[in-house]
């Protein structure tokens, strides 16, 4: 009887085993995915000695799968009994870092670290460290690219001899008659930048990152720039001029618009590397010859990173340098570098203070708002608060507002969704008077927009509204409304009438639920259309916390037992859910 349930225990098991044979890749994936359960039904020694060799021979699989065992193997360390056995562990993954496709390598990196990280000193040296070198020095350029990855990850827990070694496989493998591995010499050269001792910086990483940036290859020089910002926090400001800025030099003129494309994305992080006076003398020039790139990819790319670059410099320099740049920039041709502007430039805004903002920025913000890009006016319209900080609301309202009160209506729903979000802060710092004026019926009209996700974002607009300026106010201008769109003869915006009662139920005094919103809903309970008496249904059940014990018995619930036996399936099975909801 004993081995009779046991074997049925282990019968899950054996499906497991069988599905890591099967010809379908999803059932052989989804076993590898469990293959730790595996593990732990056949003990540690069944483990090292059956299941990692059949492991081992299941290289050739699918990227897929190879990439599950990858990721699993890391976790194995335990199940093959401990760190004292974890040497079994590396051999496996060891095979995955030779796999051609580079996700499977990199889960394989990762698992290898993981590992790594449990054993003892003695495993380090004895099983890892000669793993590490067979990698550098493998035949098929995978396995050393794969060794590119582990370099500045085990580094700390190598001796002093170690590490000249692994220096020393950086720079070999930095000359690669392989582009992908020198490629990716180059993606780890800067993290092991900031972990050796100073003197090989200076002897052999320097020189190995000159090299790769000068590479004839340019997805090879690109990623030299990223190291450029590594290598500088390692020096001194004449070593950055003597070392560093000849290669960000050269890299701002390549003739590859990839690589000045990558200058352009990592400027602020190189300006705050090497510092405000160097970047201010030295770095300047080359921004300015980014924001003015033939390229417009380049232009994009630095029109992001004009407000941290201007944090770096006085704003004296700022103003003749490069808002010249900026303004022309307005009027770019690339719809995508304007709309990337756009999103950047109210970041200005605190770095000029009131007064400059006034004077020299003010005028950019509207004409981005006037752009004939949806994108573009989209992006200003989403940072509006940060110029609101600087200059005060009173003063964007009598500058922007018109443009505002434009977008309002702009054929691009998403750009009238951003409006929409925006008004409840103009609200707070404008006042009652100024609003009512102004924007209060723009607000109302949102209500009966032919797209619904602008007519929902209107009544979420209510609520805040309501929050701000009271019921006394919200009944004199928001309720009217809400109750003219229940005559409405189109169905969907009596159903918008519905989610604004559902969302001002939680705000609204008792007088206006009583007087107003609930008798709105009992109405409404009874429409000839389906799917208004369902959403009836739904907003009771959602209105029933803030309502009188008497409404819910005396309205609600006999309204909600009516619609149970309605003829439309949908009806009733909603009507039956509030219902349970109310009885709860």
Not at 86 to 96: F, K, N, P, T, Y
Not at 340 to 358: C, M, Q
Not at 495 to 509: K, N, R, S
């Amino acid at each position: 009887m004993a081995d009779a349930n046991e074997d049925n225990s282990l019968y899950p098991i054996q499906i497991l085993i069988d599905e890591l044979k099967n010809e379908e890749m999803q059932l052989r994936l989804n076993s590898m995915k469990r293959v730790g359960t595996i593990a732990k039904a056949l003990g540690p020694e069944r483990t090292r000695s059956e299941l990692i060799p059949y492991l081992n021979d299941s290289v050739d699989d699918e990227d897929e799968v190879l990439s599950a065992l990858a990721e699993e193997l890391g976790k194995f360390v335990d199940l093959v009994g401990g760190p004292k056995f974890a040497h079994v562990v590396l051999d496996a993954l060891e095979s995955l870092c030779n796999a051609e496709e580079a996700v499977v390598r990199d889960k394989a990196v990762e698992s290898i670290t993981t590992v790594v990280a449990c054993i003892d000193g003695d495993q380090f040296n004895q099983h890892f460290y000669p793993l590490l070198s067979r990698l550098a020095g493998g035949d098929w350029y995978t396995s050393r690219m794969s060794s590119c990855g582990l370099f500045p990850r085990v580094f700390p827990r190598c001796s002093a001899a170690q590490k000249g070694e692994i220096v020393d496989f950086l720079v070999n493998l930095s000359g690669d008659e392989t582009p992908m591995v020198r490629r990716s010499a180059s993606t780890h050269l800067g993290a092991l930048a900031g972990l050796v001792e100073l003197d090989q910086l200076k002897a052999k990483v320097i020189p190995t990152f000159t090299k790769l940036a000068s590479d004839e290859q340019d997805s090879v020089r690109l990623l030299a720039v990223e190291n450029c910002a590594s290598i500088a926090t390692r020096l001194e400001p004449a070593q950055i001029l003597e070392l560093v800025l000849p290669v960000v030099r050269e890299c701002s003129l390549d003739k590859s618009w990839r690589v000045r494309y990558m200058v352009a994305d990592n400027f602020s992080k190189l300006g705050e590397a090497v510092g405000s006076a160097i970047t201010e003398q030295h770095l300047l020039q080359y921004f300015i010859a980014l924001l003015k790139d033939v390229e417009a990819e380049v232009r994009t790319a630095a029109s992001q990173k004009v407000a941290e670059v201007c944090k770096l410099l006085p704003l004296a320099t700022v103003s003749s340098a490069i808002l010249p740049c900026v303004r022309e920039l307005v009027k770019d041709q690339s719809q995508h570098a304007r709309a990337a502007l756009a999103t950047d430039i109210v970041n200005l805004a605190p770095l000029f203070g009131k007064e400059e903002t006034i004077k020299q920025l003010l005028d950019l913000y509207l004409q981005l708002l006037k752009d004939e890009f949806p994108d573009v006016r989209l992006n200003i319209i989403s940072k509006l608060e940060a110029v609101n900080s600087v200059i005060g609301v009173e003063l964007l309202s009598k500058s922007l507002l018109p443009a505002i009160v434009e977008l309002a209506e702009d054929k691009q729903w998403r750009v009238r969704l951003a409006i929409i979000e925006y008004i409840p802060l103009l609200a707070a710092q404008l006042g009652i008077q100024f609003f009512d004026t102004r924007l209060t019926n723009l607000c109302l009209s949102w209500l009966g927009d032919t797209v619904f996700s602008i007519r929902y974002a209107a009544t979420q607009n209510l609520k805040r509204l309501f929050e701000v300026f009271g019921a006394e106010w919200s009944k004199d201008n928001i309720i009217p409304k809400v109750l003219a769109l229940n005559r409405h003869p189109n169905y969907l915006y009596r159903i918008t009438t519905l989610h604004a009662v559902e969302i001002l139920a939680p705000v609204a005094t008792p007088e206006i639920l009583e007087r107003c919103l609930i008798p709105l809903v009992v109405g409404l309970a009874s429409d000839p259309v389906p799917n208004i008496r369902m959403n009836a249904a739904k907003t009771m059940a959602a209105m029933s916390a803030h309502v009188p014990a008497a409404t819910l018995a005396g309205e609600f619930r006999p309204n909600l037992q009516k619609l149970c036996a309605d003829a439309d399936a949908d009806v009733t099975y909603y009507a039956q859910k509030s219902l349970a909801a109310l009885s709860g």
